[in-house]
């Protein structure tokens, strides 16, 4: 370790240095040396994962590596093809190594619509507050509230798109306040959704809720949890750096939860049509829960598999010397070694 510890160093002086002005600041034999280093410590990073008195060393290296990875890539320029590879490989990517920040973001909306639920139940006058006399009368009625999306479907798509694209990166955004902003709206939207939940089992019509919340919810729904993902990333930016700087924490951490949030918008389109056109419709209910379980395998098996073959090619690249290109960990959100 401490034979190694001044190349670490040296790197560490090297990211100083270039800041946030990128790799145009560093002298040719400065960028040679940048990447020599990076290759030398990926290479010590691998070996200080195999001894388990070793993993501090391994976080600060983890996170060393991450910074010259995000300095190397700062000074790329964009591609025509920048946007599709994007969606191909890196946000399915980038969601994975962050899964765990996503399935947070969900334990704390299925928190906020468990309260919601239960808390309708015990105080009825709660229930007709928070969804309003004019809504709460409806569902009195036995009548569900969505019928009239269907005289203006174009129009109420596009309406739902917008609202839905502003909830999510609201969402995300507001994670810069501490994660309190997050946190706030994941509890809301848990509580409206739980309070509708109950109304609607009150009064009878469980299947008509869900019927129609199935088709798009399955997109919707996923999309706000890395959305608020994303928001809590900002947190950890803002609050834990761990051995970064805050100002580099937060512009790692904020990365991550801006490639989650861009990630989502073609997620968002989709559901917006599906709630605009496919939910409220008199389709069969098979057929509507058919398309939910549809659009849900389909979105795990894009987030989960996306990204991988691509991976594994250039890691093998990489082992026989063939591809000098900078690659990620999936399992850690670092650079690999």
Not at 133 to 157: C, F, G, N, Y
Not at 174 to 182: A, L, M, N, S
Request: proline fraction near 5%.
């Amino acid at each position: 370790m401490a034979k190694r510890k001044p190349y670490w160093d040296r790197l560490e002086e090297i990211i100083s240095k270039a800041g946030h002005r990128g790799v145009r600041v560093l002298a040719y034999s400065e960028l040679q040396e940048l990447g020599l280093l990076y290759r030398q410590i990926a290479a010590d990073l691998a070996s200080v994962r195999e001894d388990p008195m070793s993993q501090p060393w391994a976080a600060f290296l983890n996170q060393l590596l991450a910074r010259a990875h995000n300095l190397i890539y700062m000074g790329q320029g964009a591609r025509p093809s920048g946007i599709l590879g994007f969606y191909r490989r890196e946000f399915p990517q980038v969601f994975r190594r962050t899964w765990n920040y996503t399935a947070l973001a969900f334990l704390i909306f299925l928190a906020g619509g468990l309260a919601g639920f239960f808390t309708s139940l015990a105080d009825p006058s709660f229930q007709r507050y928070l969804l309003g006399p004019q809504m709460s009368d409806t569902i009195d009625r036995r009548e569900m509230w969505t019928h009239s999306v269907l005289t203006v479907k174009p129009l109420a798509s596009s309406a739902i798109m917008t609202n839905n694209l502003s909830v999510s990166f609201t969402t995300f955004a507001v994670g810069i306040i501490g994660g309190i902003g997050t946190v706030y709206f994941l509890v809301l939207n848990g509580v409206l959704i739980g309070v509708i939940g109950a109304a609607c089992w009150q009064a009878g019509m469980s299947l008509q809720l869900w019927s129609f919340v199935a088709p798009h919810g399955a997109l919707e729904l996923p999309a706000i949890f890395i959305a608020g993902g994303g928001g809590l990333l900002l947190a950890r930016g803002l609050l834990f750096p761990g051995q970064l700087p805050r100002r580099e924490a937060l512009v790692y951490y904020g990365g991550q939860g801006v490639r989650l949030a861009l990630g989502i918008i073609p997620v968002l389109f989709v559901a917006g049509v599906l709630e605009g056109f496919f939910s409220p419709s008199y389709l069969p209910v098979a057929a509507k829960f058919t398309c939910s379980a549809a659009a849900g395998g389909l979105l795990l098996l894009y987030l989960t598999q996306c990204g991988r073959e691509q991976r594994r090619q250039a890691l093998s690249e990489q082992t026989l010397g063939l591809n000098p290109k900078i690659l990620v960990d999936d399992r850690r959100g670092q650079p690999a070694g």
